[in-house]
Nanobody, 122 residues
Framework: QVHLVESGGGLVQAGGSLRLSCAASGRTISNYALGWFRQAPGKEREFVAVISRSGSTTDYAESVKGRFTISRDNAKNTVYLQMNSLKPEDTAVYYC???????????????WGQGTQVTVSS
C-alpha cells in the first residue's frame, strides 16, 4: 500500500514563500513521476507542477511558472514544491500524486496524498 503525506502548508502573506513536502511510503519513488495539483474552494482541481522519474524533466502551469519549483529527493522518497512570490489566488489545498508516467489531467492518478492547505492573505 502506497501512502503519500503532504506537509508544509500554512498561512502566509502575499509575496511570501512556502515549501511543501510529500513523503511517500510503501513504494520507492525513483520509478515514478510525481506531481502537484491544487483545488481552491468552489473550483475544480488543477495541475500545478510535475517532475519525471529521472528528475530531468519538469513542467508547470502557466500561472505558477517562474514562482514555483518542483524537485525530488529519491533517497528521502520525497517530492517538494518550493513556492515563492505567493499570491492570494494560490490559496488552495495542494495534493501530490505518484504515477508511472507524467500525467497532467487532474484525475485518474495512481496515488494521491490527503492534501495540505495553503492560504495566502492579501
Amino acid at each position: 500500500q502506497v501512502h503519500l503525506v503532504e506537509s508544509g502548508g500554512g498561512l502566509v502573506q502575499a509575496g511570501g514563500s512556502l515549501r511543501l513536502s510529500c513523503a511517500a511510503s510503501g513504494r520507492t519513488i525513483s520509478n515514478y513521476a510525481l506531481g502537484w495539483f491544487r483545488q481552491a474552494p468552489g473550483k475544480e482541481r488543477e495541475f500545478v507542477a510535475v517532475i519525471s522519474r529521472s528528475g530531468s524533466t519538469t513542467d508547470y502551469a502557466e500561472s505558477v511558472k517562474g514562482r514555483f519549483t518542483i524537485s525530488r529527493d529519491n533517497a528521502k522518497n520525497t517530492v517538494y514544491l518550493q513556492m515563492n512570490s505567493l499570491k492570494p489566488e494560490d490559496t488552495a489545498v495542494y495534493y501530490c500524486t505518484l504515477d508511472r508516467y507524467i500525467r497532467y489531467a487532474p484525475t485518474d492518478h495512481e496515488y494521491w496524498g490527503q492534501g495540505t492547505q495553503v492560504t495566502v492573505s492579501s
